[in-house]
Structures are given as structure tokens and as C-alpha cells.
């Protein structure tokens, strides 16, 4: 089973930058890889995904301020986060799309003065 561990959140100041990453235990070759989201209260929403090709799709609050990229000879996904708002606020997942894989834990990322 494809094991997710996703790492790099903490707290930051709005206006702010934090990287994630995502390392799998499996092959990502040929995979979609995707970055979601889950703030309190509310559901889990797609953030970022990336083909094998390397073309990308944002959440449109995101677009401009946030950049998904993967190494597939790591098996690596990485979420570059700049100018973080408030409303960034989640716990972020790393996970094949469509999602067939089990979540991981995710990364909590908490963008607050």
C-alpha cells in the first residue's frame, strides 16, 4: 500500500511563505499528484495538481500565489505557498488524482499575526 507523508507546515505571519513536501513511498511515474486542503469546519478541497507532463491546475484563491511541482525520480510533490493569507489556514494532504491511494497525515499550516 502507498504510503503519503507530507511535511514543511507550521505557523507563519501573513504575507508569508512555507514549502511543502510529499514524499511517497511508491512510483509516481505516469500519476497525477495533487495537493488538498482541509481548514476547520469545512470540507477538503483540491488545491494544486500536477500531470506527468508537468501541466498544472490551481484552486482559483490560490493562482499566482502558489506553485505544485514533483521530482519523479524521488517520488517526490512539492507545494510552494507565497504571500499566505488568513483564509490559507488547513491542513494540507498529498495524494494521487483521481484518489485512489489512502491520505496520509498531513502538514498543518496555521498563517496568522
Known amino acids: 500500500q502507498v504510503q503519503l507523508v507530507e511535511s514543511g507546515g507550521g505557523l507563519v505571519q501573513p504575507g508569508g511563505s512555507l514549502r511543502l513536501s510529499c514524499t511517497v513511498s511508491?512510483?509516481?511515474?505516469?500519476?497525477?499528484m495533487a495537493w488538498y486542503r482541509q481548514a476547520p469546519g469545512k470540507q477538503r478541497e483540491l488545491v494544486a495538481r500536477?500531470?506527468?507532463?508537468?501541466?498544472?491546475n490551481y484552486l482559483d484563491s490560490v493562482k499566482g500565489r502558489f506553485t505544485i511541482s514533483r521530482d519523479n525520480v524521488k517520488g517526490a510533490v512539492s507545494l510552494q505557498m507565497d504571500s499566505l493569507k488568513p483564509d490559507d489556514t488547513a491542513v494540507y494532504y498529498c495524494i494521487n488524482y483521481p484518489t485512489t491511494w489512502s491520505w496520509g497525515q498531513g502538514t498543518p499550516v496555521t498563517v496568522s499575526s
Open positions: 511508491g512510483t509516481i511515474f505516469g500519476i497525477t
Open positions: 500536477i500531470t506527468t507532463d508537468r501541466s498544472t
